[in-house]
């Protein structure tokens, strides 16, 4: 059985055999997990500051995953309730409108870094 033609078959989705997929699996490169910002940022903040609870989490990209997942819920909710209070309201002004945005995402941010990420 040519390893070649089994990884090329893999990648054209046909279906492999019990062998085929063994076979597969020892020769194809393992996929690195890509992350999203938040999930990269606890991430770094691990192994640089809490090196111990990054030992102790079994399945890391799960952990990461959701971490992502979380924060863009935080980020959905807040945005939405901070939209409609009066301080962030939309005015004819672009430059104006923009600060407010700019201020939201902020506030947003910081929560989800101190929520989420910098946490022991």
Do not use: C, W
Request: net charge negative; aromatic share 10%.
């Amino acid at each position: 059985m040519n390893e070649q033609k089994v990884i090329e078959k893999a990648n054209r989705r046909e279906a492999l055999t019990v062998e085929e997929f063994k076979v597969y699996q020892k020769n194809a490169k393992p996929k690195k997990p890509v992350y999203g910002k938040y999930g990269t940022l606890a991430k770094q903040y691990l192994e640089e500051h809490n090196f111990g609870k990054l030992l102790q989490i079994e399945n890391l990209p799960e952990y990461l995953h959701s971490i992502d997942k979380q924060a863009e819920e935080i980020y959905d909710t807040m945005y939405a309730k901070l939209s409609n209070d009066e301080r962030y309201k939309r005015t004819n002004d672009f430059m104006e409108n923009y600060r407010r945005q700019t201020e939201i995402q902020k506030l947003i941010e910081e929560e989800i870094l101190n929520e989420l990420v910098y946490v022991a």
